[in-house]
């Protein structure tokens, strides 16, 4: 028989579904509607886990619009996360509207509902028939127009100053979901053998400096001459250059080892290649609240006035000390 002072006390685990129940108690005057959005969120998040780690066994990779071998319609993995997430978001009836990468229009949910969601459903496509590392990115504002009417574009294209939370799910080695409501930068990790995310990556915080730096050096000789010079300085310093591809892998490595992420203007794209909206925001938000540094190279990425839904804008973000030089050589 085990004798009671030799059993080892288990460390607490805490869920996300505690996490955040403990911080809505926390914040005076919540409702409830952002913990209810996370949950669906967590839903969908669970459920691309299922898809993203069977989806070579049920044939849900591959271009959208071909057949099975049953002769049912073979879906490709974005649009299965577009669906998933879009679905369990109108479920829950807590937004009012979705703006989804996947989507050339805003989606309009129930009109008395106070959230908007942007979100980027499946991140890294071309890794997806490769079996790499893929995401989600998410981002919530409150509505600007009268709760009870039909959600306006002046609802979807806030500022990432006025995001309210953001994160990201990143299917890895583990799938993890991390996110900010503006108190630091919180890191839960799927326990598969309990089905539910437990917090493993408290009050995350990225180094002010590293040693990696992550863009498509493909593009070198498209790019501006300062990020050329600064690109030249890496390699002098011999730091390590690590792209995958894949904007949530590239972060989620450099927000923990500490690095710098670029995909600023080239000559074929002047806007670079990343998304307001639904990639830059949310990302910005997380590096900020993570001690980092977000910004187009001229501007602070969250204070860019959007004017459509699926603006770009170049991208530089990171440990805060490396986003600084590599500003002062442009
Ligand atoms: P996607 O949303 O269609 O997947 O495109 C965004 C992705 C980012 O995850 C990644 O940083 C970038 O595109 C990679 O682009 P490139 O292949 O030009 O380097
Ligand atoms: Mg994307």
């Excluded at 992550?214 to 002098?236: T, V």
């Excluded at 972060?251 to 080239?266: A, D, E, L, S, V």
Aim: hydrophobic share 35%; glycine share 8%; aromatic share 6%.
């Amino acid at each position: 028989m085990m004798n009671s002072m030799s059993m080892k006390p288990r460390n607490k685990v805490v869920t996300l579904s505690q996490f955040i129940a403990d911080e809505q108690e926390k914040t005076p005057g919540a409702s409830g509607n952002l913990s209810k959005i996370f949950r669906d969120i967590k839903l969908a998040a669970k459920l691309m886990h299922r898809d993203v780690n069977k989806a070579g066994l049920v044939d849900i990779l591959g271009a959208h619009g071909s057949t099975n071998v049953q002769g049912e319609e073979v879906k490709k993995l974005d649009v299965i996360a577009n669906d998933e997430f879009i679905s369990s978001i109108t479920a829950g009836g807590d937004c009012c509207a979705i703006i989804s990468e996947e989507e050339d229009y805003i989606r309009h949910l129930n009109p008395d509902a106070k959230y908007v969601i942007a979100m980027d459903p499946l991140d890294g496509s071309s890794n997806i028939d490769v079996n790499a590392v893929i995401g989600t990115i998410f981002s919530i504002y409150r509505r600007v127009s009268p709760i009870g009417t039909k959600a306006t574009e002046e609802d979807c294209l806030q500022k990432g100053v006025n995001q309210v939370a953001a994160g990201y799910v990143i299917y890895g080695s583990s799938t993890m979901l991390v996110y900010t409501t503006g108190n630091g930068v919180n890191g839960f990790t799927l326990d598969i053998s309990i089905g539910d995310f437990c917090l493993s990556h408290p009050d995350f915080k990225t180094p002010s400096t590293g040693k990696i730096y992550s863009i498509n050096e493909g593009n070198f000789h498209q790019f501006p001459q300062g990020i050329k010079d600064y690109l030249k300085k890496c390699k002098e310093a011999s730091m390590s250059a690590r792209y995958i591809g894949s904007m949530v892998a590239d972060f989620h490595r450099n927000m923990i080892k500490g690095g710098i992420f670029m995909y600023p203007q080239t000559e074929k794209a002047p806007n670079g290649k990343l998304r307001l909206m639904y990639e830059c925001n949310p990302m910005a938000f997380l590096c900020e609240q993570a001690g980092g540094k977000a910004t187009t190279g001229s501007q602070r990425i969250m204070e860019v006035e959007p004017t459509e839904l699926h603006q770009r804008v170049p991208v530089i973000m990171g440990s805060a000390e490396m986003v600084d030089d590599c500003v002062a050589h442009l």
